[in-house]
Structures are given as structure tokens and as C-alpha cells.
């Protein structure tokens, strides 16, 4: 079974896309300390997919398409922004960001920790992210 | 959405969140730290009692003062956060980092030690 929704490149659209999974994870009775960080990893792809692929271009689009299967939740991203693969981003240390007084980095580290495999491919023109977690 | 009120108690400055705080609201923590500085307040609690949800560009606030607050001997507590919230911090280990109060008591203690 699979849901989709499609959201445009603005950080206004956070909201509405952890909503959706929320309601989703829940509707599969995902535990909520669970779908709290599933939630969150989802956010953090979002987030770095409007800001730093789609330069928060409104007109631009994000496909996220969830599809439960007995023992996975896939997550399925695609976008046509600039090509953002995410295991090719070295996540800097803690006392790194600390000294750096930098603001940004946490939250690839976050994906990575908290999602089971992470995967990243072109298409045609589109850019597609999968994350797939492990439940049950 | 987030909100953010500020209150000075005795020689403590408290910060308390109410809602979430993502990669669009990050920016008003950053101003309420911000702010914190200007006034040269040497002890701040963050009363995180009310936060429901923490992306990571709430915890890069957090994180991207430690070096200053260290450097100009700023003591900070971050106080009462929700369970599934706290999972996330021990996700990045941050507890290393920051000191953590279970409640407003607590942070005053530490921040008076």
C-alpha cells in the first residue's frame, strides 16, 4: 500500500509534510517514539531538499510517496532540483560544528542514525531519495 | 509554529518554547539567544516543557553557541523535555554537550553551582 502527497520547494510546507507522515505512521500504528524520528528523518530530507537542491523556489516541486510493506516503511522522494546524494555527504563531527559555531550539518547525521538504508538515483530528469526503515 | 517567551528571574534568564521548532522557525530561538547575548545574561535556562517537536536546525542553535557561551563563561540549562524530543538529542549525544535539568529546579540548581 502506498500514499503520496506533493508539496512545493518553501520551508511553509514543513508543517504540512510531517502531518502527512504522522498521520500515515499512525494509521499503520507506527509506536509514537518511533514515528516521532521517522517524522523527523523525513523532515530533514525535505528541509534539505528545498533549501540547498530547489533554493526554496516555491514553484518547484517535492514528491514523497510512502509505501508500507510487512517488515518496511519506504520512503520515496523525487525532485528536479539540483542532484543532493546524501551518502556522499561527509557529516562533520560534534566538536567540529561545536568550534565552527556552524549551524547546519546535524541533520544528514540524523537521517543516516536514524533510517536503515539510504539510497540515491536519477531518473529521467527527476532526482530520486529512498530512505527504507526496518520495523516490526 | 513556534513561540518563544522570554523572563528574567532573580540572575537567571529563562527562555521557554512553546510548539515546534523546524527548519522555518529556527530563526526565533536564534534571535531569543541572540538577544540573550546583547543583554550580557551569564545564566540561561531553556524551558523546553511545551517543545513538541525539534528539527535539526533547533539543535544547531543550540549547538552553534556552546563555543561562545564557554568562551564568555555563559552557563546554560536546557529543562524539561518530552520524551520523544529527548530521544532525539541522545540520537546526536548531545547530553555530552549541553547540560540537561529534568525540571526548572534542577536547572537553577546547576545553574547556581
Given at each position: 500500500?502506498?500514499?503520496?502527497?506533493?508539496?512545493?520547494?518553501?520551508?511553509?510546507?514543513?508543517?504540512?509534510?510531517?502531518?502527512?507522515?504522522?498521520?500515515?505512521?499512525?494509521?499503520?500504528?507506527?509506536?509514537?517514539?518511533?514515528?516521532?524520528?521517522?517524522?523527523?528523518?523525513?523532515?530533514?530530507?525535505?528541509?534539505?531538499?528545498?533549501?540547498?537542491?530547489?533554493?526554496?523556489?516555491?514553484?518547484?516541486?517535492?514528491?514523497?510517496?510512502?509505501?508500507?510493506?510487512?517488515?518496511?516503511?519506504?520512503f520515496t522522494f523525487r525532485d528536479k532540483g539540483d542532484?543532493?546524494?546524501?551518502?556522499?555527504?561527509?557529516?562533520?563531527?560534534?566538536?567540529?560544528?561545536?568550534?565552527?559555531?556552524?549551524?547546519?550539518?546535524?541533520?544528514?547525521l540524523l537521517v543516516k542514525r536514524i533510517m536503515d538504508k539510504i539510497e540515491f538515483s536519477t531518473e529521467k530528469n527527476y532526482n530520486i531519495c529512498t530512505l527504507v526503515k526496518t520495523i516490526g | 509554529m513556534v513561540n518563544i517567551e522570554t523572563e528574567k528571574k532573580e540572575d537567571i534568564h529563562f527562555i521557554r518554547v512553546t510548539g515546534d521548532i523546524d527548519a522555518?522557525?529556527?530563526i526565533h530561538l536564534d534571535?531569543?539567544?541572540?538577544?540573550?547575548?546583547?543583554?550580557?545574561?551569564?545564566?540561561?535556562?531553556v524551558d523546553l516543557r511545551e517543545l513538541v517537536y525539534i528539527s535539526s536546525a533547533g539543535l544547531g542553535v543550540f549547538v552553534s553557541y556552546l563555543d561562545e557561551f564557554e568562551l564568555k563563561k555563559i552557563k546554560l540549562v536546557l529543562f524539561g523535555i518530552q520524551e520523544a524530543v529527548r530521544q532525539v538529542f541522545d540520537i546526536l549525544g548531545l547530553e555530552k554537550l549541553i547540560d540537561i535539568a529534568e525540571n526548572e529546579e534542577g536547572a537553577i540548581a546547576k545553574l547556581n553551582e
Open positions: 500500500m502506498s500514499k503520496s502527497i506533493v508539496i512545493a520547494c518553501s520551508k511553509d510546507e514543513l508543517t504540512r509534510i510531517r502531518q502527512f507522515v504522522a498521520d500515515q505512521l499512525d494509521h499503520h500504528n507506527i509506536p509514537d517514539l518511533q514515528a516521532h524520528k521517522l517524522v523527523l528523518a523525513v523532515d530533514e530530507v525535505c528541509a534539505n531538499l528545498i533549501i540547498h537542491a530547489n533554493y526554496c523556489d516555491p514553484t518547484n516541486k517535492i514528491e514523497l510517496d510512502l509505501q508500507f510493506n510487512p517488515k518496511q516503511i519506504i542532484r543532493f546524494d546524501i551518502n556522499q555527504y561527509d557529516s562533520p563531527s560534534m566538536d567540529e560544528l561545536v568550534s565552527s559555531r556552524r549551524q547546519g550539518g546535524l541533520g544528514l | 522555518g522557525s529556527s534571535n531569543a539567544f541572540k538577544e540573550g547575548l546583547e543583554t550580557g545574561e551569564s545564566k540561561i535556562a
